[in-house]
């Protein structure tokens, strides 16, 4: 593999600063928000993208894809993955998961970094990877609120990292389809808390799901 492949990782993804920005998660109770989403400047949303086409909306300006684990594996063996609605709409993506070392991505891996980039570095889009330095910041700020070392969310690693990026004065990020549910292993009842200071803040509205 040539050297120059591996990209540098980053905390900031160059949205532009008085952009308006959707933020938009997988929570099954979503609701109908297209409107307010495909209004966004910057739409940023998840994986497989809940809703993408109807009622979450068409425009998807950032795609976080998760580069650790089996979602990657599946979507590595499937030939027609660049092919997906929302992979083709993307204008840039998201890697959440710093790059691991060979040495130490076994003896069963994990860490789906460098095929990832080989699958989607010839769409010639942007590829964001955020760096180890966030993912300290990020556990930082979850640790006080739960117990043992935090594994904090793909959702919750970008939007860190997009607020964290995102001016002062901007107007709040628009949050819809947080559920602050799923895979156990994460601190979602933390999660849910910094949510809520960010909104108290004024750096972000966590739009209600639907009942």
Do not use: K
């Amino acid at each position: 593999m040539p050297a120059d492949f591996d990209l540098p990782e980053t905390d900031r993804l160059a949205l532009p600063p008085a952009a308006s920005l959707a933020i938009v998660g997988n929570a099954p109770e979503i609701g109908a928000a297209a409107r307010g989403i495909d209004e966004a400047d910057c739409v940023v949303r998840f994986n497989n993208a809940a809703g993408f086409g109807g009622r979450t909306g068409g425009r998807v300006t950032h795609l976080a894809l998760v580069n650790r684990g089996g979602q990657m594996r599946e979507w590595l063996a499937d030939p027609h993955f660049l092919e997906r609605p929302v992979i083709r709409a993307a204008q840039a993506f998201i890697l959440p998961f710093p790059m691991l070392p060979a040495e130490a991505n076994g003896p069963e891996p994990i860490c789906w970094t460098r095929e990832a980039l080989a699958l989607l570095r010839p769409t010639g889009r942007p590829i964001h990877i955020l760096s180890e330095d966030l993912h300290d910041q990020a556990r930082g700020v979850l640790a006080p609120r739960t117990d043992g070392r935090p594994n904090p969310s793909t959702g919750f690693l970008v939007t860190f990292a997009l607020l964290n990026d995102r001016p002062r004065n901007a107007d709040p990020a628009q949050a819809y389809g947080f559920g602050f549910d799923g895979w156990p292993g994460h601190p979602w009842a933390a999660e849910r808390a910094w949510f809520a200071e960010a909104q108290a803040a004024g750096r972000l509205h966590l739009h209600p799901l639907e009942d």
